[in-house]
């Protein structure tokens, strides 16, 4: 029995089956060998069982999601045959006598840099394919069992790291845990695994030894035990059914009143990255959807997801969520959250750097796309529309302009819309100094806590070695929240707050005496809150 420690993200206990991933080792060994025909042999094989997974993933995906989307798999299963991509692998192994990993890195890395470089944007697009073929071929050479996307139980994933992109692709169903070294706990990783209400630690060393272990995940204390004994056990399936009990206790607050000791109502929301996440916000009694990070459903495809995908997801929640109220934010991609079919460069600072509105500014294509699917799902219910990372006047008004845009062509097509209110998320310092004027342009504002503590402190949230500066209780950021409050109510806008400060109970209090209208947490969190609202004097 062994223990690591790490900060835990997700409260709960978990115990299973421990499934280490690795990512395809930036330097692939290049091995001087004696058999080419041997080797070409491999590679062959490796070829066999790369197309067999495909077809599986085609059937799955023809099954459980569309005929058209499984096509991608076929594609995939085709491009491995590809007489340009083969007789490059073999013509390196001949003649560099070279192993046919190496073969297949050095090819990959070739296609994907042309493909890059082409100008239709379709075929820039098709390097990120070409990428994730090659990678699947050299994990099999490899022997790794990493497909982390095919688990065939609920397992507890150690990980060096892992993206939000990767994180989403998970199979949710077979998730017990995430166990990362890097990572914080303001991470999108993290706000993912704390939606997911998966008990959850970062910050641990991980050892790829572990892959089938046994373990307990203790996201109470943020320990790992890898391989317990009989007694640690025992006391940890004690611990987890007092966790369930008390979180069952909680639940007796289900459909009771959201309203402080003197009478004042709270909106208390809850926080989603997906279609799935809206049971849970319903199980835990949320009376609206405060923050849908739509930029989930851009990681989870390999390209831009269509008009109709994005209505038909978005229309899902609304329709869930049955009149009460869903805030869609347009996508925050960027920063941690990249989409390969973005193009996204490499930047110095990405957090500060080109993301969120200033990509939809200047892709208003992309923008206008899912601005449709939000003002047609609005007709099945009570949606709003917020935007990520604003800085200026000239910003909102624009956004507003081509918003008006966008349900104009709507109504010129006699495609059917809704009306939405429009806000903004406040989470640019910027933002705060300017909302005094910002709130006579918009409906709502919604503080993003997660990313006002990072540019208000000079902390980088994705930081580890920062943690101790990253503090959002620190009074310049109680302040801020103050001040978007007074000139959000002086201009006749309700003020919310989304960012991860909204679940700490030891500020609802506070919150609700500045005047907070709306309060909007991760759905295993909303209950906790409301106790701490019910409790609070208002
Ligand atoms: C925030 O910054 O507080 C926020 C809610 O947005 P995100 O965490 O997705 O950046
Ligand atoms: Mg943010």
Same mark, same amino acid.
């Given at each position: 029995m062994e223990f690591f420690s790490g900060k835990s993200i997700c409260e709960g206990i978990v115990i299973g089956k421990i499934r280490y991933y690795s990512k395809r080792r930036n330097n692939i060994e290049r091995v001087l060998i004696d058999d080419c025909a041997a080797e070409s042999e491999r590679f062959s094989k490796a070829k066999e069982i790369a197309k067999k997974r495909y077809i599986a993933l085609r059937d799955k995906a023809a099954r459980e999601i569309s005929e058209a989307k499984a096509m991608i798999f076929e594609v995939y299963a085709m491009l491995l045959e590809d007489a340009g991509f083969n007789d490059s692998v073999v013509d390196i192994i001949n003649s560099e006598k070279a192993n046919a990993e190496y073969a297949v890195a050095v090819t990959g890395d070739r296609l994907v840099a042309k493909f890059s470089q082409m100008d239709d944007e379709y075929f820039r697009a098709r390097s990120v394919d070409v990428k994730d073929i090659c990678d699947s071929l050299v994990r099999i050479l490899m022997n790794e069992?990493?497909? !982390?996307?095919? /688990?065939?139980e609920p397992v507890i994933i150690a990980a060096e790291d892992l993206t939000p992109a990767e994180t989403v692709q998970l199979d949710k169903s077979k998730l017990l845990s995430l166990v990362t070294e890097c990572g914080t706990l303001n991470s999108h990783t993290a706000i993912l695994a704390r939606t997911m209400n998966l008990p959850s630690l970062v910050g641990v060393s991980v050892?790829?030894?572990?892959?089938g272990k046994f373990a307990i995940v203790d996201g109470i204390k943020g320990q790992l035990i890898v391989e317990p004994d009989e007694e640690t056990l025992a006391n940890y399936r004690a611990l987890a059914e007092k966790d369930r009990l008390s979180k069952e206790l909680l639940m007796q607050l289900k459909g009771k009143p959201c309203v402080t000791q003197s009478g004042k109502e709270i909106m208390l929301y809850a926080n989603i990255g997906?279609?799935?996440d809206v049971d849970a916000a319903l199980e835990n009694d949320a009376?609206? !959807?405060? /923050?849908?990070?739509?930029?989930f459903l851009y990681l989870e495809k390999s390209d831009y997801p269509t008009e109709e995908e994005q209505y038909e997801a978005y229309k899902k929640v609304v329709q869930a969520m049955d009149g009460r109220k869903v805030i869609i934010r347009t996508f925050d991609i960027? %920063?941690?959250?990249? %989409?390969?079919y973005f193009n996204p460069e490499q930047e110095d600072n990405p957090a500060m750097g080109y993301r969120a509105i200033r990509i939809c500014l200047d892709r208003t294509d992309v923008f206008k796309t899912q601005l449709r699917a939000i003002y047609r799902a609005a007709a099945h219910g009570n949606v709003a529309v917020m935007f990520p990372m604003v800085i200026s006047l000239e910003e909102v008004l624009e956004i507003k302009k081509i918003c008006e845009q966008v349900m104009d062509d709507l109504k010129n097509e006699g495609v059917e819309y809704g009306e939405a209110e429009i806000g903004i998320m406040i989470e640019t310092p910027a933002a705060v100094m300017i909302s005094d004027i910002l709130a006579d342009e918009v409906d709502f504002f919604s503080i993003g806590t997660n990313d006002l503590t990072q540019f208000t402190l000079a902390v980088d949230r994705y930081n580890s070695k920062l943690d101790k500066y990253y503090n959002p209780h620190h009074e310049a950021v109680l302040r801020m929240i103050r001040t978007v409050i007074d000139n959000g109510h002086a201009g006749g806008c309700w003020v919310g707050i989304c960012g991860e /400060?909204? %679940?700490?109970t030891s500020l609802t209090d506070k919150l609700i005496s500045m005047g907070i209208d709306e309060i909007s947490v991760s759905p295993s969190n909303i209950l906790q809150v409301k106790k701490a609202i019910r409790e609070a004097e208002g």
């Open positions: 069992s990493t497909d !982390i996307e095919e /688990l065939n050892d790829e030894r572990w892959d997906s279609v799935d009376a609206g !959807i405060g /923050l849908f990070r739509s930029e960027g %920063a941690d959250k990249q %989409a390969d /400060l909204g %679940a700490d």
